[in-house]
């Protein structure tokens, strides 16, 4: 069983910054792939970013690709995901989840952990 933990989440102007955070717990955090989804008002939860389990390799939506990084420290048991030139359609609430070994899944369906997620909210 993993345990995620969101973080980081707020308010923020078009074209800023924010950097979310998720901690896992466990032994094996480091054999999972990770993900971010977000889900808008109204909206269907939607792949964001994920991450391999040693961090090679990642895959992004093309609606954030060149804006957002993902990234992990597995000694910290922690990912990110480093959201620059915020726009007001990024607006949501954005979840981690994971699943275990190195799978690049970019759909909610794999992923059978998640954490309970953190608002983002991008004004204009």
């Known amino acids: 069983q993993v345990q995620l933990v969101e973080s980081g989440g707020g308010l923020v102007q078009a074209g800023g910054s924010l950097r979310l955070s998720c901690a896992g717990s466990?032994?094996?955090?480091?054999?999972?792939?990770m993900g971010w989804f977000r889900q808008a008002p109204g909206k269907e939860r939607e792949f964001v970013a994920a991450?391999?389990?040693?961090?090679?390799?990642?895959y992004y939506a093309n609606s954030v690709k060149g804006r957002f990084t993902i990234s992990r420290d597995n000694a910290k048991n922690t990912v990110y995901l480093q959201m620059n030139n915020l726009k007001p359609e990024d607006t949501a609430v954005y979840c981690c989840?994971?699943?275990?070994?190195?799978?690049?899944?970019?759909?909610?369906?794999?992923?059978?952990?998640w954490g309970q997620g953190t608002q983002v909210t991008v004004s204009s």
């Open positions: 989840a994971s699943r275990s070994g190195d799978k690049g899944a970019t759909t909610q369906y794999e992923y059978p952990y």
């Open positions: 466990g032994r094996t955090f480091s054999s999972y792939t």
């Open positions: 991450i391999s389990w040693r961090g090679g390799r990642t």
